[in-house]
């Protein structure tokens, strides 16, 4: 079974949640303190993933960080229908792989926003959320005119991709960093669309309030 090594209010471990859920499959969660206990700095979970972040799974003896890459992973291995990963259309999985790095951008500026503001950690929360605008009127623009042909989905096609599952999480927690999403309306609608779909499951939790900063 497969071992995921999670914080319930991150965003990165909750798209693997997510996505495990719309696959279908059981997995086991190892909780870590992440705040305010700083659990994955600890040198046990170091010896696991050098990085000292999360999320990182273990399945069938491959230890695998990254958000990103363990979706790649899911998917390839998992999905027998090939919609999530279309390994057999090159273009697809192109703009797939370009959408992921996107999703590492929002990571960098709405995530980053939210643990200014609800971890204390010591950001610039102006450069932050200046940047998570940037990215997300590119984001609301290419879903409106891929509305225009049809398309419901960041990668054009019928069905959702990883790309879907990649950029949502840091999208609809980015109120929690004091980024509105009221300016965007084709990003209001894909976030419904993502919630109708089979196997959704919320994001349960809030951030913790408190005085104390985290080191």
């Given at each position: 079974m497969i071992k995921l090594y999670d914080y319930e209010l991150s965003g990165n471990c909750y798209k693997l949640r997510l996505f495990m859920s719309m696959l279908g499959l059981e997995y086991e969660s190892v909780p870590i303190d992440f705040y305010p206990g700083r659990e994955h700095k600890s040198d046990w979970f170091l010896r696991i993933n050098p990085l000292g972040q999360l999320p990182v799974i273990e399945d069938e003896g491959l230890v695998l960080r990254d958000a990103q890459a363990i979706l790649v992973y899911l998917a390839?291995?998992?999905?027998?229908?090939?919609?999530?990963?279309?390994?057999?259309?090159?273009?697809?999985?192109?703009?797939?792989?370009?959408?992921?790095?996107?999703?590492?951008?929002?990571?960098?500026?709405?995530?980053?926003?939210?643990?200014?503001d609800g971890l204390f950690y010591d950001r610039d929360i102006e450069a932050c959320r200046t940047g998570?605008?940037?990215?997300?009127?590119?984001?609301?623009?290419?879903?409106?005119?891929?509305?225009?042909?049809?398309?419901?989905?960041?990668?054009?096609?019928?069905?959702?991709?990883?790309?879907?599952?990649?950029?949502?999480?840091?999208?609809?927690?980015?109120?929690?960093?004091?980024?509105?999403?009221?300016?965007?309306?084709?990003?209001?609608?894909?976030?419904?669309?993502?919630?109708?779909?089979?196997?959704?499951?919320?994001?349960?939790?809030v951030f913790p309030a408190g005085p104390a900063k985290a080191a």
């Open positions: 390839a291995r998992y999905d027998t229908s090939r919609q999530w990963y279309p390994v057999d259309d090159p273009r697809r999985l192109g703009e797939v792989s370009q959408w992921l790095s996107f999703a590492d951008g929002i990571t960098a500026t709405a995530s980053a926003a939210r643990l200014h998570a605008h940037r990215l997300f009127r590119i984001l609301d623009d290419h879903l409106w005119f891929g509305e225009q042909e049809g398309c419901d989905w960041i990668v054009a096609g019928d069905r959702p991709t990883i790309a879907d599952i990649a950029c949502f999480p840091y999208v609809i927690l980015s109120e929690e960093g004091g980024i509105s999403r009221q300016d965007y309306p084709a990003i209001r609608r894909w976030c419904d669309r993502v919630k109708r779909l089979p196997g959704f499951i919320v994001m349960s939790g």
